[in-house]
């Protein structure tokens, strides 16, 4: 199960993932292209990737905050469940590659069975050249690909 924003907020709203979105830094609405890396590769979401790969995938939204305690960042961190991550274009994690305030940069978690796949940024947005980038496909490639491995 892929929730792409909105529908990231209503996995964790659901209790499917853990933590919230909140109101972004700045109480502003932001739509721009922004660079992810991935943080974990072995996924259903991420097989097509390497870990460590920066994607340059879209953004649109004014509550993609992420937030959650200490204990659940600590089990996310422990179980890789931290799937993308705000970052420069050359991957590196700063505070100014952060677009809504994340915490810990963060821009999409799994579940700790890596089958549920929350994001903000937005892979559809960015699968033709015509969109600016082909990135977002390689979130829909790794889909196929574990598809096909069933």
Same mark, same amino acid.
Request: glycine share 6%; with cysteine.
């Given at each position: 199960m892929i929730g792409i924003c909105n529908g990231f907020q209503i996995l964790t709203e659901s209790g499917l993932l853990p933590g919230a979105l909140m109101r972004n830094r700045g109480l502003k609405y932001v739509c721009k292209p922004v660079y992810v890396r991935v943080e974990n590769a072995a996924t259903p979401f991420t097989?097509? $990737?390497r870990e460590g790969e920066v994607l340059q995938i879209p953004i649109g939204h004014m509550e993609g905050n992420y937030f $959650?305690?200490?204990d659940t960042l600590a089990q996310l961190q422990r179980q890789r469940q931290i799937i993308f991550r705000y970052c420069t274009a050359t991957g590196e994690i700063t505070d100014e590659s952060n677009p809504n305030g994340s915490l810990e940069n963060i821009a999409g978690i799994?579940?700790?069975g890596h089958n549920v796949l929350g994001m903000m940024p937005h892979p559809e947005r960015s699968?033709? %050249?015509? %969109?600016?980038?082909?990135d977002g496909c390689k979130v829909f490639e790794s889909l196929v690909s574990a598809f096909a491995a069933r």
């Open positions: 097989n097509a $990737c $959650c305690d200490p799994s579940n700790a699968s033709e %050249l015509a %969109l600016g980038s082909v």
